[in-house]
Nanobody
Framework: VQLVESGGGLVQAGDSLRLSCSGS????????MAWFRQAPGKEREFVAA????????YYANFMTGRGTISRDNAKGTVYLQIDRLESEDTAVYYC?????????????????WGQGTQVTVSS
């Protein structure tokens, strides 16, 4: 399984950004897809997760109301739209896949990880 993130870059505070993560090597049937991030000098933190059907989504408190996670199962792709970006959103954003939602949302862990895409928000 390989996960490749894209869509990161340098943006201004208040802008919006859409991250994408394309998976290969699996049809990700039944798998949860998620986003994490890690800022410089900080631990990795959970951002958002979505069930295979898309019916269930979970967000970290700091992303509620600003982020939207979605997925296209036919493409094996998960997206994260972030609105009203803040300087505190500056981090490397990682895509993750696991069979269990609880492992992602409670343990903040996953079986498969991407390499990450850098998001830098300039104020």
């Amino acid at each position: 399984v390989q996960l490749v993130e894209s869509g990161g870059g340098l943006v201004q505070a208040g802008d919006s950004l859409r991250l994408s993560c394309s998976g290969s090597g699996s049809n990700f049937g039944g798998q949860v897809m998620a986003w994490f991030r890690q800022a410089p000098g900080k631990e990795r933190e959970f951002v958002a997760a979505i069930s295979y059907s898309g019916d269930s989504t979970y967000y970290a408190n700091f992303m509620t109301g600003r982020g939207t996670i979605s997925r296209d199962n036919a493409k094996g792709t998960v997206y994260l739209q972030i609105d009203r970006l803040e300087s505190e959103d500056t981090a490397v954003y990682y895509c993750a896949v696991d069979a269990l939602m609880v492992r992602i949302t409670e343990n903040h862990d996953a079986k498969y990880w991407g390499q990450g895409t850098q998001v830098t928000v300039s104020s």
